[in-house]
């Protein structure tokens, strides 16, 4: 009751003030979890989350030297965090200081940018199928890719068709293994991808697929996989392998995989994820 008497002797002036003072807060933290968005700052957030509520749990039973284990550890953490993600916060800073974290781009910009991405990879890809190079493209959604991205060779470049058939060129330093892309970036390449251990894999498939169907099963990435054998193109997403994909049916898939169905709602009664046309 004093709170509310409080805020009505307030100028109306200082309500203003005070109600942007609580919006700025709220878009700061909308911001910065948007920004932690499938990374490895998740699990951390929820382990903090743990480590309160624990916090919480000693003051009310009175257990001392627990509290005060764990006072030590919340002491510390700042540090070890700032430690930990200094990737994360270097990246949120460098898109502070271009704006990027404050003014998203407009729809036609994003538009273009998801279509300018989608022909880079259809035209790698079309390329590499009919020259029957062999590749491994995954591509990250919600969950995060940092620990395969660590087994590999860093590039952060920005993708491009030369650049994906560039690497999976035989015989080239970085042509065995995965390439990772996270949003418009070729992140790494040559990395390590989990084999799938199904039993039901077919037995003409080769290690990328079954990576590619491995990665899958653990993440909800998106992989794109050239046979070497055959030049057939595939797609893996949530444990299922869609296989011998034209290169249209293959740009149709892949963007309404990589960027929602309402890019494309035209796909969404042609295609189960059996990878077959209905009827």
């Known amino acids: 009751m004093q709170m509310i008497e409080q805020f009505t002797d307030l100028a109306p002036v200082s309500v203003v003030f005070r109600l942007l003072d609580v919006f700025l807060v709220w878009y700061v933290i909308y911001k910065v979890l948007t920004l932690i968005k499938g990374t490895k700052a998740v699990q951390l957030l929820k382990g903090l989350f743990v480590i309160v509520l624990a916090k919480i749990a000693t003051n009310i039973f009175g257990l001392d030297t627990l509290d005060w284990l764990l006072q030590e550890v ?5 540090l070890a965090i700032i430690i930990i993600f200094q990737p994360e916060i270097r990246r949120a800073l460098e898109q502070l200081g271009r704006g990027k974290l404050l003014f998203q781009r407009t729809i036609s910009q994003q538009d273009e940018e998801q279509t300018r991405l989608v022909e880079a990879m259809k035209k790698s890809v079309s390329y590499m199928a009919k020259r029957r190079i062999g590749a491994l493209i995954s591509i990250e959604r919600e969950t995060g890719l940092n620990e395969y991205i660590e087994t590999g060779i860093k590039m952060n470049a920005d993708i491009s068709s030369e650049l994906l058939i560039n690497i999976f060129i035989p015989n080239t330093p970085l ?4 390439v990772i892309v996270q949003k418009d970036k070729v992140t790494a390449a040559a990395c390590y991808l989990p084999l799938s251990e199904s039993a039901f894999i077919s037995k003409e498939l080769g290690t990328r697929h079954r990576a ?6 653990v993440t909800d990435a998106i992989t794109v996989v050239v046979s070497e054998e055959t030049g057939a193109i595939s797609i893996t997403a ?30 969404a009664s042609k295609w189960t994820w059996g990878g077959k046309k209905n009827g």
């Open 212 to 217: 590619a169907l491995g990665l899958s099963e």
């Open 175 to 178: 042509h065995d293994g995965a």
């Open 74 to 78: 919340i002491d510390w953490g700042f």
């Open 238 to 267: 949530n444990g299922n392998l869609h296989r011998n994909l034209s290169i249209t049916e293959f740009e149709g898939m892949l963007r309404k995989m990589w960027f929602g169905p309402e890019q494309d709602s035209n796909l």
